[in-house]
């Protein structure tokens, strides 16, 4: 599985924060003795995700409820599958029952996006990386997520990795003074470059980058990139990105290309459609 983000206490802490506020005063409608039961199911078929941001909300909330889990994160999973069982006071279950499943609706779509693709160039050497397009604040969960679906996680953020596009070029004067730039301050730090052309290409390569990534090119330009690195030995590894679908993505990774970036797989995502089934004791 992959690794838990170290601030995964934190988003938590913040989305219930930002649900509960001074107090859940609906919950106060319930006997504080109140103890319930119950289920959460699956509507349609996804990749599951999230599991241990619901067990956190949870947590925060009542150490005393209970979860059986019956799915594990990256699992296939069907429509009307039970994914946990819950009991304990129904007051801190009624409370977190949103937190929890935004979490998990929103990670298992991820998770289910990103699983898509990679099934779709199933068979060829191309991987499937994430970008920087996820939801504020949640971006170590949804690349997590990413993980969960198969895919791969591109950088995390700024401090990661150097990523020099089009204004980065202008600003430094030409494409080469910006790789140059790059190398002196990134240190042990991968550098890549974004080209739009295949004169730029050509030049980048010159330049000798990690990455170089192609973005917009044609399936023809793609070849014939992926043709001039073999030549020299293929001394960088080529992305592209840039207007690619479910539909087109094979093609791309047929070309050769050693990534694709998808930046839907995080920001397109449709919540994944689940069910809180609950069942109160009786006095």
Avoid at 146 to 160: E, K, P, Y
Avoid at 222 to 230: F, K, Q
Wanted: proline residues 4%.
């Amino acid at each position: 599985m992959p690794t838990l983000p170290q601030d995964l206490v934190q988003q938590v802490a913040t989305a219930l924060t930002e649900d509960i506020g001074s107090g859940d005063i609906t919950a106060e409608l319930v006997p504080a003795s109140q103890q319930v039961t119950g289920k959460v199911i699956t509507r349609e078929a996804a990749i599951m995700a999230g599991r241990p941001w619901v067990t956190e909300t949870f947590r925060q909330l009542d150490p005393g409820v209970r979860l059986t889990w019956h799915a594990q994160d990256g699992n296939r999973i069907a429509a009307d599958q039970t994914l946990f069982e819950i009991a304990g006071s129904a007051r801190p279950v009624l409370t977190g029952e949103r937190t929890a499943l935004n979490f998990l609706q929103l990670l298992s779509a991820t998770a289910t996006a990103a699983r898509r693709y990679v099934d779709a160039v199933a068979g060829t050497e191309c991987a499937i990386i994430d970008t920087r397009k996820t939801l504020p604040g949640l971006r170590t969960a949804q690349k997590y997520a990413v993980a969960c679906g198969g895919a791969q996680n591109h950088r995390i953020g700024l401090f990661d990795q150097v990523l020099i596009k089009e204004n980065h070029i202008a600003a430094a004067g030409s494409l080469s003074a910006a790789i140059a730039a790059a190398r002196r301050v990134a240190g042990t730090r991968k550098v890549e470059v974004e080209v739009e052309t295949l004169a730029e290409f050509e030049e980048a390569l010159r330049g000798a980058p990690d990455i170089i990534l192609l973005d917009e090119f044609s399936l023809a330009d793609m070849r014939t990139a992926v043709e001039l690195n073999r030549v020299k030995g293929r001394p960088v590894k080529l992305e592209a990105s840039g207007s690619v679908t479910l539909e087109t993505v094979r093609k791309v990774a047929e070309t050769g290309v050693d990534y694709i970036s998808i930046g839907g797989i995080t920001k397109h995502v449709r919540a994944v459609d689940l069910s809180m089934r609950l069942e109160f004791a009786k006095p």
